[in-house]
C-alpha cells in the first residue's frame, strides 16, 4: 500500500489476556521498527527488522513482548499476560534500511492499547 | 550511547508569533537529524531532516540547522499558525546503532488564536 498500516487502530483488553497487533509496511522497505508512546512520554523503542538479520530485541521490555516479521513483509507483536502499564499507543514504521539516514522512517497511525 | 535532548512542553504561543524549539543531541561522529511531528490523533510524519553539518532542513515554513559545533538542530518558524498545533519530537539516526532513530521526549506545541 502507500503507507505503513497498523491494525487494528484501537484495542481495549482484559489485564491477563493476549494480544495482538498487527503492521503492514511500505512494499520494498527492508527495515521495520517497532516503538511504544505511553500517555505524555516520548517515543521508546522496542524492536527493529532488517532484511533477513536477526532483529534487535534490545528494547523490549519484558519477555512477555515478542514480535515476528513473516516474509519479510507483515510484522505481529504479541503481548501476552497483559498489565496496566501495557497500556500505550504502539507505533509501526518502516525504512529503505540503509536509507533511513537520508529518508528517516515512515510511520503509521499507531494501535492504541487499553489494558482494563 | 545516542541521546536526544528537547525542551519540554508545552509550549504556548498567539498566532503569527515566532516559534524556536530547542534540540541538541550527544553521538560522535556525523549522525542525521530530523524533526517529526505527530497532529492530534495522527502518527508521526517527518518534518524535516539534515543529514550532515550546516545543512538546513526546510518543510511548510519550519526551518532546522545542523549545527556541529553546538550539538544541536533547533527547530523555527517565523509566524505559527493554529494548524501547527502538534507535539513535535527531534530524532538523530547514526550509523553505530544501526538504523535506530533516537527520539527526544517531544515538545507540545499549542497556538492560540
Known amino acids: 500500500g502507500a503507507g505503513v498500516s497498523q491494525s487494528p487502530s484501537n484495542k481495549v483488553t482484559e489485564k491477563g489476556k493476549d494480544v495482538e497487533l498487527r503492521c503492514d509496511p511500505i512494499s520494498g522497505h527492508t527495515a521495520l521498527y517497532w516503538y511504544r508512546q505511553s500517555l505524555g512520554q516520548g517515543l521508546e523503542f522496542l524492536i527493529y527488522?532488517?532484511?533477513?538479520?536477526?532483529?534487535?530485541k534490545s528494547g523490549l521490555p519484558s519477555d512477555r513482548f515478542s514480535a515476528e516479521r513473516t516474509g519479510g513483509s507483515v510484522s505481529t507483536l504479541t503481548i501476552q499476560r497483559t498489565q496496566q502499564e501495557d497500556s500505550a499507543v504502539y507505533l509501526c514504521?518502516?525504512?529503505f534500511g540503509q536509507g533511513a539516514a537520508n529518508y528517516g522512517y515512515t510511520f503509521g497511525s499507531g494501535t492504541r492499547l487499553t489494558v482494563v | 550511547g545516542n541521546s536526544v535532548t528537547q525542551m519540554e512542553g508545552p509550549v504556548t504561543l498567539s498566532e503569527e508569533a515566532f516559534l524556536t524549539i530547542n534540540c541538541t543531541y550527544t553521538a560522535t561522529g556525523y549522525p542525521s537529524l530530523f524533526w517529526y511531528v505527530q497532529y492530534p490523533g495522527e502518527g508521526l510524519q517527518l518534518l524535516l531532516k539534515a543529514t550532515k553539518a550546516d545543512d538546513k532542513g526546510s518543510n511548510k515554513g519550519f526551518e532546522a540547522t545542523y549545527r556541529k559545533e553546538t550539538t544541536s538542530f533547533h527547530l523555527e518558524k517565523g509566524s505559527v499558525q493554529v494548524s501547527d498545533s502538534a507535539v513535535y519530537f527531534c530524532a538523530l539516526l547514526h550509523n553505530n546503532a544501526g538504523n535506530m532513530l533516537t527520539f527526544g521526549g517531544g515538545t507540545r506545541l499549542m497556538v492560540k488564536p
Open positions: 514504521a518502516s525504512s
Open positions: 527488522f532488517q532484511g533477513n538479520s536477526a532483529p534487535d
